[in-house]
């Protein structure tokens, strides 16, 4: 008789140490932090770290212009503000993404009108897109969420015909392509994250991406509290009087301190230099276990559209009980499923578990205080527009799925063995399902009398 898997008293496939931890931190990047505190000099934009992560990043993305800043958050957030957008303007967003992205819109004084994504790949569909603009949309903000492009063709070309800015959320997704082309300045302006559990990493960080000069210059102003300062100061920096370099200190508008920081920045340029091998490596990864799943009746991994590449920041696999032939809900086998898996010494997380505007920031739209920015638009109903029966799709694609690797162990830093053996571990629980899914509606029968598991 085969072994029961781990959570019916098996032994588990994988050991917890097994996993790579992430951010791997090399002897150089040790050395590197040490450059920066030998050298003395700990701050400012154009500070030297911070200027040649700038252009390394820039050039690694084919951005014309490169802003390093303190998150990801904050990148956005200039991205939006240095494109002009403003109090009361509506910019289209994503149901499904991390919620720095309708945060950032708020920051920039504008609301978020969420769009519900596409079911399979968790996308924003540029179709719904399009039949939510009106007169006061200002942009939309595509996100490339798990490092996978959005479909940047059709929405520049909406773009382009409605009038409106694209903003590309692009903080899970260093070094992905649309068209070939790397995604962040594809449009206006873009932001990219650099938090820990990033592609890249530097502990916390960020950076604005652009190919439009004006935009640029003023995203810098608007990291330096609004001053006028210019990106050409850079060539004045004192290395030996680092914080006394000449510098406009009057603030001509509200600006933030947003700048990005030279440990990080220092810690950034390593990481950078070893991300296109190990995106290469992730995405062999990635689309090895991907053939091994689909081969599974009823598991669907993420696919990645036509024109699109990703580099797996995060790896969604759906599950589809009736493909499957299991007669319960999807919400009740995807539990199922994280039990056993995690049984098995898998790290399976959720990250989101329902559309954006569930979140108690958007029902109840208090924002600044007396309900602003929401409060300058006594036209639209955000009643309805933010009601959860608008997201089906997103609901439905969080109900069914789960995310394969996690934060602390993504896919990025695991080695093809590990991979090998979530490929083994996720088909041994997969084999035992009906059994998983009978004590299901044991336990269901036991408590309510009901076999409520059932679909
Ligand atoms: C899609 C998305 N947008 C924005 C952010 C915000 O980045 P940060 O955490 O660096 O501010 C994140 C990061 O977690 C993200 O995943």
Not at 62 to 80: E, F, I
Request: proline share 5%; glycine share 10%; net charge neutral.
């Amino acid at each position: 008789m085969a072994e029961p898997i781990a959570l019916f008293g098996g032994k588990p496939t994988l050991a917890k140490e097994a996993h790579k931890k992430w951010p791997d931190v090399s002897e150089e990047q040790r050395r590197a932090i040490l450059r920066v505190l030998d050298r003395g000099v700990l701050s400012g934009s154009n500070a030297p770290e911070c200027v040649a992560f700038e252009e390394e990043f820039a050039d690694y993305v084919g951005a014309k212009h490169a802003l390093l800043t303190h998150s990801g958050t904050s990148a956005l957030h200039l991205a939006l503000a240095a494109a002009g957008i403003s109090a009361g303007d509506h910019v289209i967003v994503p149901a499904y993404s991390f919620v720095a992205t309708p945060l950032a819109v708020l920051h920039a004084g504008a609301i978020p009108i969420f769009v519900d994504v596409d079911e399979a790949t968790g996308l924003i569909d540029p179709k719904e897109v399009e039949s939510l603009i009106t007169k006061k949309t200002r942009a939309v903000m595509p996100v490339h969420v798990h490092g996978c492009s959005a479909d940047l063709g059709a929405l520049l070309q909406i773009s382009a015909r409605r009038g409106i800015m694209v903003i590309e959320d692009a903080a899970q997704a260093h070094g992905a392509t649309w068209n070939g082309k790397p995604v962040g300045p594809l449009g206006k302006a873009g932001g990219f994250s650099l938090q820990s559990s990033k592609n890249l990493g530097a502990g916390e960080g960020g950076v604005f991406v652009t190919n439009d000069d004006a935009i640029a210059e003023e995203a810098n102003r608007l990291r330096n509290f609004g001053q006028n300062v210019a990106l050409s100061d850079r060539a004045a920096f004192d290395g030996d009087r680092p914080l006394d370099a000449l510098r406009g200190m009057d603030s001509s508008r509200i600006g933030w301190m947003y700048r990005g920081n030279e440990l990080g920045a220092a810690f950034a340029r390593t990481a950078l230099e070893k991300l296109p091998e190990l995106t290469r490596l992730c995405r062999e990864n990635a689309d090895w276990l991907s053939k091994e799943l689909a081969k599974l009746p009823g598991v669907l991994p993420q696919p990645t559209p036509e024109g699109a590449t990703s580099v797996h920041h995060k790896y969604r696999v759906r599950l589809d009980p009736k493909a499957a032939g299991l007669d319960i809900a999807p919400r009740t086998l995807r539990d199922l499923m994280i039990k056993a898996l995690r049984a098995e010494g898998l790290e399976i997380v959720l990250w989101q578990g329902a559309p954006l505007p569930a979140q108690p920031t958007f029902i109840t739209r208090e924002g600044f205080g007396g309900g602003f920015p929401w409060s300058l638009d006594r036209e639209t109903d955000f009643g309805s527009l933010y009601a959860l029966s608008r997201f089906q799709r997103t609901q439905r694609l969080l109900d069914s799925s789960l995310l394969l690797f996690s934060q602390s162990c993504p896919l990025i830093a695991q080695p093809a063995s590990v991979v090998h053996e979530y490929a083994k571990a996720f088909a041994r629980v997969w084999e035992a399902r009906a059994e998983l899914a009978q004590s299901a509606v044991r336990a269901a029968s036991a408590t309510n009398g009901s076999g409520e598991a059932r679909a």
